[in-house]
């Protein structure tokens, strides 16, 4: 495993896709 998986740039990827999900589902992440 390589833990250098360009960390930043996979959790800015994650951080994007979840502000996308917050924003369909009104602030309902549960």
Do not use: A, C, T
């Not at 495993?1 to 930043?8: C, L, P, R, V, Y």
């Amino acid at each position: 495993m390589k833990i250098g998986f360009d960390n930043e740039k996979y959790l800015k990827m994650q951080s994007e896709h979840i502000k996308e999900r917050i924003v369909q589902f009104g602030d309902k992440l549960y």
